[in-house]
Nanobody
Framework: VQLQASGGGLVQAGGSLRLSCTGF????????VGWFRQAPGKEREFVAL??????STYYADSVKGRFTISRDYSTVHLQMNSLKTQDTAVYYC??????????????????WGQGTQVTVSS
């Protein structure tokens, strides 16, 4: 599975961006796919995840109500609204082909995209 993240950019606080994670490989469509982010000087943190079958979604408390994760067959989207300066980070998508419920654990993800920069200005 190869993942390609796109859609990052510069936006003012309160604005919106839509990130996309395109998957290549037959396992992508059956994988749980998550988004993580890493701000300068900070640890990488979980943002959101969507399962492949039930389409169940999970969000970090910091983004609930502002971010929405969705998917079609080959792409997972992260719609980010009401952006804040603290959302500035490099955003990574990741696929877990054998999802067992531990969406917060980075080591459980099997494939990672290259990251896309999101910068929110005040």
């Amino acid at each position: 599975v190869q993942l390609q993240a796109s859609g990052g950019g510069l936006v003012q606080a309160g604005g919106s961006l839509r990130l996309s994670c395109t998957g290549f490989g037959r396992l992508f469509s059956s994988s749980a796919v998550g988004w993580f982010r890493q701000a300068p000087g900070k640890e990488r943190e979980f943002v959101a995840l969507i399962r492949w079958g039930t389409r169940s979604t999970y969000y970090a408390d910091s983004v609930k109500g502002r971010f929405t994760i969705s998917r079609d067959y080959s792409t997972v989207h992260l719609q980010m609204n009401s952006l804040k300066t603290q959302d500035t980070a490099v955003y990574y998508c990741a696929a877990d082909v054998d999802y067992r419920g531990s969406y917060l654990v980075e080591e459980d993800y099997d494939y990672w995209g290259q990251g896309t920069q999101v910068t929110v200005s005040s």
